[in-house]
């Protein structure tokens, strides 16, 4: 009996704002602010739409692909000696990458609740949820992330409750004035948007009927949409002195929120984040774990998995301190940005090539 | 035991199993009466009835019979008759020829009662002792809507099924299940409705059953299942014949399983489990207020107990000042931590709750009030518990009595008990670990097959009109996703 579950378009837009929207919402106000001055919300919408022209290539790729693995393309085309290495930066930036991003996450909750609680006992528990995860298959991952999505977007809403305090003045008449550097704003813009890359590593487990550019393009509106309306209301809610001195706006804006029997509920939100950074440190383990099985053929998948998951969860050990996750995160993040460019230009050349070669062969004949 | 008992016991095994081979070849040999005889040696209750006028013999259990019925119909007329008359009856149609001891011992321990004249054998089908008459379901009670319940006999259930599903189109097929207890189980389901695959793989997992015995839906349900080591219940049983038939229109499998009095549908998703007839037979906005209740009760009974002990042990700053004073005064003279005090009063209210169900009514009603209002009363008194707790206690147990579903409700009480400890250990954090697993689990877990938190995951929109809400019936004109049907549209079943 076919047990393969049918998934629609719609399931695949939520993994790309699953993915997507991660740790950097929270501190995204302040990065605006000051990056790109006064409103500097406006500039999430500007870069979101540049973005577009990647996603759509990106889409580009996919189709071509026929689902077929990425992988296997390079695999044809290029002897190991040159794939290998090629092979071992993409799986070390992925996997270092949603490793460091589970570090920040667990780093901020262990500086908002348990600063006496070791990180290792945080970083161990989202290793094991990340195992099962992955073991489960990509189907698994998927129906995961939809749930997740669930549970996580009624958070959203608790933005509305500070409305109230919203005042336009705060927003000033001036646009991206003041101290600015568009150049590394961008990058922290992209940096927020960025998972959507590892599409092309999911694309071969993706069901024929899906429009892979369709998905991951309303999935980054939607993102772009609660970036952008979430940075909008923090940019009136707070000063723009305040919301460049607060580490963490969005988390000190939750902090308003009352609901007649809970007050300050930041915490509890913020928990509920972890779903998100479930989804995007085994997305990025998955990829990991994806190109490396080209390289260990022979390698079971689940002790593959059990090496990446525990390797990262050792990795973790060296990034203790918010300065050091956050440098990690920085170099890994601009890695990953690099990749999401060079690899869907690079397989277009190759499949480019290879066309070329069936029609030379054709020609021929 | 020492090595020789063990070489000994093997030995008698093997020995055991060359006679149970050598038995089981020479019942499927040609008919022996002696052979069937001595079958039913050292049964009490086994007859075996001669007549003067004929050499026929009468073999059956007295206590599987309508015995007035046979009197009547049958005894009366074989005791005037000679050989050649007895030949002649027997060779109607109601009388079925068998040719194996299997068949005749099989016909026998079904009911039948087995003829044996001239070295042949017949079986007439004779089956009726007295069983419960249908009454109302005690686990699934409606305020509107009918009141029958299914009974302890899958011949009145499936006559219960039929009464309502006036169609040709409607199958009913059976299987025998258990090596000892030749259990039937009848398979029903709506042709050019239900999923072929679906039918097809339920046989094939009935069919690969190997087991003594099965006497009852909710453990024929744990051998069937996809997941059998998870804590939720992956086909949802009922003991009510509307629920079944609803189940069978919208196109699922339902197994009535003889001896019980509830049967099984297929496949299920963990919503249905938060279904209750009573939401259609309502108004639609009744019915969908009520059905959120549920889901509301659903999340008080996971993380109500919970979150106090998250916020009193490591969130003080999520309550209001004005609840903060009475919580801190009521905690002050408690020497547990939060943890300790929650686990101690919820395993009391477990305690009350099974004491309760296994004691008679009026005792169980005793236990009640003991429990509550003195158990309760006086921890709080002995400063054992704050009384905010015996409410967050009480609250979460009421709440998980809403579920409709029994075997749901038990499953989400032990997952409690999950989150409290997560919540003691780890605060907010360790409840969302708690929600993460168990949801990611649940997205996982498939009910033959067919995914369980359907159609949250795979989300299929249009299936949201009979999930949180209860939209009214105009609206909910085709069948739910989860079971494949072949005919979408609710109006177009051919007749």
């Known amino acids: 009996m076919n047990t393969k579950t049918n998934f629609s378009t719609i399931d695949f837009t939520i993994l790309t704002y699953m993915l997507q929207s991660g740790i950097t919402f929270f501190v995204l106000p302040r990065l605006m602010a000051e990056n790109f001055g006064y409103n500097g919300w406006l500039a999430i919408p500007v870069i979101s739409i540049v973005l577009l022209g990647q996603i759509i290539l990106l889409g580009h790729v996919c189709k071509k692909m026929k689902r077929t693995s990425p992988l296997d393309r390079i695999d044809k085309v290029m002897p190991k000696v040159l794939r290998y290495p090629i092979y071992i930066f993409l799986a070390g930036t992925w996997a270092v990458l949603g490793c460091s991003v589970g570090a920040n996450y667990f780093q901020i909750i262990q500086m908002m609740s348990f600063p006496n609680t070791p990180q290792y006992i945080f970083k161990g528990i989202l290793a094991v949820i990340a195992f099962f995860i992955l073991v489960s298959g990509f189907e698994g991952f998927v129906k995961g992330t939809t749930v997740f999505f669930f549970l996580t977007i009624w958070t959203l809403f608790s933005s509305f409750v500070v409305l109230k305090d919203f005042q336009f003045d705060q927003l000033t008449p001036f646009i991206f004035a003041g101290d600015t550097n568009f150049i590394n704003g961008s990058f922290e813009v992209l940096k927020a948007f960025l998972g959507f890359e590892l599409f092309i590593i999911f694309s071969s487990y993706i069901q024929k009927d899906i429009n892979i550019t369709k998905a991951i393009t309303l999935g980054h509106l939607f993102t772009t949409v609660v970036y952008t309306f979430v940075t909008f209301i923090a940019f009136g809610f707070f000063s723009f002195q305040q919301l460049l001195d607060i580490e963490y706006p969005v988390i000190q804006m939750l902090d308003y929120v009352k609901v007649p029997f809970l007050e300050r509920i930041d915490n509890l939100i913020f928990s509920f984040f972890l779903m998100k950074v479930v989804v995007t440190v085994t997305a990025y383990y998955w990829a990991a774990k994806e190109v490396l099985q080209q390289i260990f053929i022979n390698i079971n998948e689940s002790l593959l998995i059990f090496i990446i998951v525990t390797g990262n969860f050792l990795l973790g050990f060296m990034m203790e301190t918010a300065r050091e996750i956050e440098t990690v995160v920085n170099i890994f993040s601009k890695l990953a940005f690099g990749i999401s460019i060079v690899l869907p ?11 070329n070669q069936t029609n030379e062969v054709k020609d021929h004949d | 035991m020492s090595i020789f008992d063990f070489w000994r016991n093997k030995k008698k095994t093997k020995e055991e199993d060359k006679e149970q081979k050598e038995k089981k070849s020479q019942d499927s040999e040609s008919l022996s009466f002696h052979h069937v005889l001595n079958n039913f040696d050292n049964c009490a209750d086994f007859n075996k009835r001669t007549f003067t006028s004929n050499d026929g013999f009468a073999l059956f259990f007295a206590s599987l019979l309508n015995t007035e019925e046979f009197e009547r119909d049958v005894i009366r007329s074989i005791t005037k008759m000679d050989n050649h008359q007895l030949r002649e009856y027997l060779a109607q149609e109601h009388f079925e020829e068998v040719t194996t001891n299997k068949d005749m011992i099989l016909g026998i321990v079904a009911g039948s009662v087995g003829f044996f004249l001239e070295g042949k054998g017949y079986l007439i089908e004779m089956y009726g002792p007295e069983g419960r ?132 549908s297929a496949p299920s998703s963990f919503v249905e489990f938060f279904q209750s007839p009573d939401d259609y037979y309502n108004r639609w906005v009744i019915g969908s207020s009520i059905r959120l209740l549920r889901f509301v009760s659903f999340i008080i009974t996971i993380l109500f107990t919970a979150l106090y002990v998250s916020a009193t042990t490591f969130h003080y700053e999520i309550i209001p000042d004005q609840l903060l004073i009475p919580l801190a005064e009521s905690r002050k003279a408690v020497p547990f931590p939060p943890i300790i005090e929650a686990l101690l009063m919820e395993f009391t209210i477990e305690l009350l709750r099974e004491a309760g169900a296994r004691l008679p009514t009026k005792v169980g009603q005793t236990i009640g009030i003991v429990g509550g209002i003195v158990i309760g009363q006086a ?23 809403v579920i409709p579903s029994y075997i749901m409700s038990g499953s989400i009480r032990l997952i409690r008990f999950g989150f409290i400890i997560l919540a003691g250990i780890l605060g907010n954090i360790g409840i969302v670990i708690g929600i993460t697993v168990v949801a990611f689990h649940l997205a ?33 004109t085709e069948r739910p996703n989860q079971a494949d049907v072949k005919n979408k549209i609710r109006t177009k079943v051919k007749e």
């Open chain 2, 379 to 401: 921890a709080v008194a002995a400063g054992f518990t704050s009384d905010i707790l015996i409410i967050a206690v009480a609250t979460s147990a009421i709440a998980s009595f």
């Open chain 2, 133 to 264: 008459s249908i009454e109302e379901s005690e686990t699934e009670t409606v305020i509107t809507g009918p009141h029958d319940g299914f009974v302890e006999s899958a011949g009145k259930n499936v006559s219960l099924i039929r009464k309502r599903v006036r169609s040709s189109h409607l199958k009913c097929e059976k299987m025998v299940v258990g090596e000892v207890s030749k259990s039937e189980v009848y398979f029903l389901y709506i042709k050019d409705i239900a999923n072929d695959q679906i039918i097809e793989e339920m046989k094939r997992r009935v069919e690969n059953i190997e087991t003594d015995g099965v006497f009852e839906a909710n453990t024929f349900v744990q051998i069937l299942e996809d997941s059998p080591n998870s804590v939720f219940p992956q086909f949802q049983t009922t003991e009510r014949p509307d629920v079944a038939c609803s189940k069978l229109l919208a196109g699922k499998l339902i197994l009535a399983v003889d001896s019980s009095p509830a049967v099984i």
């Open chain 1, 345 to 355: 230009i690079f397989l277009l050349l190759i499949m480019k090539r290879s066309k």
């Open chain 2, 444 to 476: 996982t877990l498939t009910s033959i097959n067919k995914p369980y938190l359907t159609p949250i995951t795979p989300l299929i929109l249009k299936d949201f009109k009979d999930v949180f809400l209860r939209a009214p019936y105009w609206a909910m």
